[in-house]
């Protein structure tokens, strides 16, 4: 037999040439077009850890997040948890899955109903998942619940516009929690937060990871902050996975990977940066672009890069770069 | 002398004091960074120094602001008119709130300089375009005839940074410029911003919330809590050797590159609400060295070993 240990390692969550595409127009006026938000993205989420991925705005981590959960539905692909591909369930059988995956939000305020009272927005999750409890086991989970994320009971009977920021995403971290997950997607939990704040639910959620063995997802737009907070960090853009780091100390190679680490000012006035400019802006994802995703904008880009795009190559110990030229 | 000097001042909107003592200077060609996070007063501390305040029902109770020697304080609207944009430029978060949707890029650019600099249409175009080449945008004259709608949120910024200069201003306030962007657009924001108010010996007052930010550009620092002032230093000295427990605290929450997992902590707490600020020192709830003290007694904003700190117990 087993060991417990052995296994709990191992992956997750698996993801498998994951795409999805969004399209606008295709009415009268306007001809249809067709975007990949998220483009064949594959990547494993191991047990017990927390996998980061970075990108800046339109990179696709949202969708990403939504198809991992299958908020979403995938145009192609394959997302399997514990061994179960989700595009193969029912609705019920999906809702049912849900209580071992849940989500956190960056806006908290618009995760919870402002007319619900913290302790009704803790329950809700038991209703929608037709949990019967009784009035003491309600009791019971709800005071569980609000201390585990650092709160007072008090401030059960408040709303949430009584309580601060980042009280707020406590809530929303506890209701996230409140049908014991073991998987959680974290949507840039800490985007709207002051920096003192944000250090605090960082901290949260590395003691509740420890605590309740949760394995996450964490999406942010900070490479500093993913850099510090996850043991795996996939960076992302324009809906493709550039690079895979095996770990927080590992140095990227992909050209893009290092204009996000150079964009990134130390709090050290010692350590100023002249920045190189980037030509250009994020392309407009609706441009198919036939080669690198990065070409029109990187450095070291060849007519190759513009012809071919690179595949996710292993450069070893897990470090995956997708780039022709990668930077030494 | 000061080009800008802000003196103890105090504000209200209604029966909230907002604002409690704040005072800072700002030479010519300097970069003051005004530091703090939301609740602290930078951005109603801008409204001050543009002379905004009674247009958001606000009132300076006491202290004073001398731009270039005069006081603005009282000053009848139309001279407070002629001043902003002309002498000071403000640059906001949000691109299209300095923007007018429906008017070609241009247009807006040539209208600073045709109305603050006298200069005719044709010299007005030359100058605009002149200052959309120094953004590094390309293809200035494209981007004349285009819309704002046409332009990406970091093009936008540029924009507005280059209406900014066109009126060629001795101070610009910059309110969180670059905090709607993308990191790798921020980054080319600021340093295009930094040389060009370097080039020209312009002063600027940058109000950020990323001590990032400010490690990068700044040449001195203001940092506002819950309305008061508790340091003001250059910026190695606020890096270095933080006087106030709230600047130290501040800083240690910022992931660095290599420190080790679970070493991160916030600050306990958050930031009192305007409606029960407690008494004496306003961060005594957060703070780990606070004593009796500090419930009790405002802390002034003293000298220390160098720079100004509002503490009881900075030891130094």
Same mark, same amino acid.
């Given at each position: 037999?087993? *060991?417990?240990?052995?296994?709990?390692?191992?992956?997750?969550?698996?993801?498998?040439?994951?795409?999805?595409?969004?399209?606008?127009?295709?009415?009268?006026?306007?001809?249809?077009?067709?975007?990949?938000?998220?483009?064949?993205?594959?990547?494993?989420?191991?047990?017990?850890?927390?996998?980061?991925?970075?990108?800046?705005?339109?990179?696709?981590?949202?969708?990403?997040?939504?198809?991992?959960?299958?908020?979403?539905?995938?145009?192609?692909?394959?997302?399997?948890?514990?061994?179960?591909?989700?595009?193969?369930?029912?609705?019920?059988?999906?809702?049912?899955?849900?209580?071992?995956?849940?989500?956190?939000?960056?806006?908290?305020?618009?995760?919870?109903?402002?007319?619900?009272?913290?302790?009704?927005?803790?329950?809700?999750?038991?209703? =929608?998942?037709?949990?019967?409890?009784?009035?003491?086991?309600?009791?019971?989970?709800?005071?569980?619940?609000?201390?585990?994320?650092?709160?007072?009971?008090?401030?059960?009977?408040?709303?949430?516009?009584?309580?601060?920021?980042?009280?707020?995403?406590?809530?929303?971290?506890?209701?996230?929690?409140?049908?014991?997950?073991? #998987?959680?997607?974290?949507?840039?939990?800490?985007?709207?937060?002051?920096?003192?704040?944000?250090?605090?639910?960082?901290?949260?959620?590395?003691?509740?990871?420890?605590?309740?063995?949760?394995?996450?997802?964490?999406? *942010?737009?900070?490479?500093?902050?993913?850099?510090?907070?996850?043991?795996? =960090?996939?960076?992302?853009?324009?809906?493709?996975?550039?690079?895979?780091?095996?770990?927080?100390?590992?140095?990227?190679?992909?050209?893009?990977?290092?204009?996000?680490?150079?964009?990134?000012?130390?709090?050290?006035?010692?350590?100023?940066?002249?920045?190189?400019?980037?030509?250009?802006?994020?392309?407009?994802?609706?441009?198919?672009?036939?080669?690198?995703?990065?070409?029109?904008?990187?450095?070291?880009? *060849?007519?190759?890069?513009?012809?071919?795009?690179?595949?996710?190559?292993?450069?070893?110990?897990?470090?995956?770069?997708?780039?022709?030229?990668?930077?030494? | 002398?000061?080009?800008?000097?802000?003196?103890?001042?105090?504000?209200?909107?209604?029966?909230?004091?907002?604002?409690?003592?704040?005072? #800072?200077?700002?030479?010519?060609?300097?970069?003051?960074?005004?530091?703090?996070?939301?609740?602290?007063?930078?951005?109603?501390?801008?409204?001050?120094?543009?002379?905004?305040?009674?247009?958001?029902?606000?009132?300076?109770?006491?202290?004073?602001?001398?731009?270039?020697?005069?006081?603005?304080?009282?000053?009848?609207?139309?001279?407070?008119?002629?001043?902003?944009?002309?002498?000071?430029?403000?640059?906001?978060?949000?691109?299209?709130?300095?923007?007018?949707?429906?008017?070609?890029?241009?247009?807006?650019?040539?209208?600073?300089?045709?109305?603050?600099?006298?200069?005719?249409?044709?010299?007005?175009?030359?100058?605009?375009?002149?200052?959309?080449?120094?953004?590094?945008?390309?293809?200035?004259?494209?981007?004349?005839?285009?819309?704002?709608?046409?332009?990406?949120?970091?093009?936008?910024?540029?924009?507005?940074?280059?209406?900014?200069?066109?009126?060629?201003?001795?101070?610009?306030?910059?309110?969180?410029?670059?905090?709607?962007? !993308?990191?790798?657009?921020?980054?080319?924001?600021?340093?295009?911003?930094?040389?060009?108010?370097?080039?020209?010996?312009?002063?600027?007052?940058?109000?950020?919330?990323?001590?990032?930010?400010?490690?990068?550009?700044? !040449?001195?620092?203001?940092?506002?809590?819950?309305?008061?002032?508790?340091?003001?230093?250059? =910026?190695?000295?606020?890096?270095?050797?933080?006087?106030?427990?709230?600047?130290?605290?501040?800083?240690?929450?910022?992931?660095?590159?290599?420190?080790?997992?679970?070493?991160?902590?916030?600050?306990?707490?958050? =930031?009192?609400?305007?409606?029960?600020?407690?008494?004496?020192?306003? #961060?005594?709830?957060?703070?780990?060295?606070?004593?009796?003290?500090?419930?009790?007694?405002?802390?002034?904003?003293?000298?220390?070993?160098?720079?100004?700190?509002?503490?009881? #117990?900075?030891?130094?």
């Amino acid at each position: 037999m087993e *060991s417990a240990a052995a296994m709990r390692e191992g992956d997750l969550v698996r993801i498998t040439g994951l795409t999805r595409e969004f399209s606008s127009g295709g009415g009268l006026m306007t001809p249809r077009r067709t975007m990949r938000a998220v483009n064949e993205v594959s990547l494993d989420v191991p047990r017990g850890k927390v996998t980061g991925v970075v990108g800046e705005s339109g990179c696709g981590k949202s969708t990403l997040a939504r198809l991992v959960l299958r908020l979403l539905d995938a145009t192609a692909g394959t997302v399997t948890f514990d061994g179960i591909d989700l595009a193969s369930l029912s609705p019920g059988q999906m809702r049912k899955l849900r209580r071992r995956m849940q989500m956190v939000f960056q806006d908290p305020y618009s995760a919870i109903d402002p007319r619900y009272t913290i302790r009704r927005a803790l329950l809700e999750p038991f209703q =929608v998942q037709g949990v019967v409890q009784t009035a003491a086991e309600a009791r019971a989970t709800v005071d569980e619940l609000i201390s585990m994320v650092g709160l007072s009971p008090r401030m059960l009977s408040s709303f949430p516009h009584q309580l601060s920021g980042g009280q707020k995403q406590r809530v929303g971290i506890a209701r996230a929690l409140a049908l014991r997950p073991s #998987f959680l997607v974290l949507d840039e939990p800490t985007a709207s937060l002051d920096v003192s704040i944000q250090a605090q639910i960082i901290d949260l959620l590395e003691s509740l990871k420890e605590e309740l063995g949760l394995t996450y997802l964490f999406i *942010s737009h900070d490479l500093s902050l993913v850099r510090y907070f996850c043991d795996r =960090v996939v960076v992302m853009y324009l809906g493709r996975a550039m690079e895979i780091l095996p770990g927080a100390k590992a140095q990227p190679r992909h050209h893009y990977a290092h204009a996000l680490l150079d964009s990134n000012f130390e709090p050290d006035p010692t350590q100023r940066k002249v920045i190189t400019m980037l030509a250009g802006e994020i392309p407009s994802p609706f441009a198919m672009i036939p080669g690198c995703a990065f070409a029109a904008r990187c450095p070291a880009a *060849s007519d190759l890069c513009r012809r071919e795009r690179p595949a996710l190559e292993d450069l070893g110990g897990g470090h995956m770069i997708a780039c022709h030229h990668p930077k030494n | 002398m000061a080009l800008l000097s802000v003196k103890d001042i105090s504000v209200t909107i209604g029966k909230l004091n907002l604002l409690d003592g704040v005072a #800072f200077d700002i030479g010519a060609g300097e970069i003051l960074g005004l530091v703090g996070e939301s609740g602290s007063g930078k951005s109603l501390t801008a409204m001050c120094v543009m002379g905004l305040l009674p247009r958001i029902g606000g009132r300076i109770t006491e202290g004073s602001i001398i731009f270039d020697g005069r006081e603005m304080i009282g000053l009848p609207e139309v001279e407070l008119r002629h001043l902003r944009g002309k002498r000071i430029a403000l640059i906001s978060q949000n691109p299209m709130t300095s923007l007018d949707p429906i008017i070609r890029i241009g247009a807006q650019i040539d209208q600073v300089s045709t109305l603050h600099l006298g200069l005719s249409a044709e010299a007005a175009k030359a100058r605009s375009l002149d200052l959309i080449a120094q953004l590094r945008i390309p293809e200035p004259e494209a981007i004349h005839g285009a819309y704002p709608h046409q332009l990406s949120g970091g093009m936008k910024q540029r924009i507005v940074i280059a209406m900014a200069l066109a009126a060629d201003p001795d101070l610009i306030v910059a309110d969180e410029p670059t905090t709607a962007l !993308d990191v790798t657009i921020q980054a080319q924001i600021i340093q295009i911003m930094v040389e060009l108010v370097r080039d020209r010996g312009l002063a600027l007052m940058l109000i950020t919330h990323d001590m990032g930010v400010v490690a990068q550009a700044c !040449d001195r620092v203001v940092v506002l809590y819950a309305g008061r002032v508790a340091e003001t230093n250059t =910026v190695e000295a606020i890096f270095a050797e933080p006087h106030h427990p709230y600047t130290r605290e501040l800083i240690r929450c910022i992931p660095r590159l290599g420190q080790a997992p679970g070493s991160l902590k916030g600050i306990p707490g958050a =930031v009192p609400s305007v409606v029960d600020y407690p008494a004496g020192c306003r #961060f005594n709830s957060r703070c780990g060295a606070a004593e009796d003290l500090c419930r009790n007694t405002v802390p002034a904003l003293e000298r220390k070993t160098s720079g100004l700190a509002a503490c009881h #117990f900075s030891e130094v």
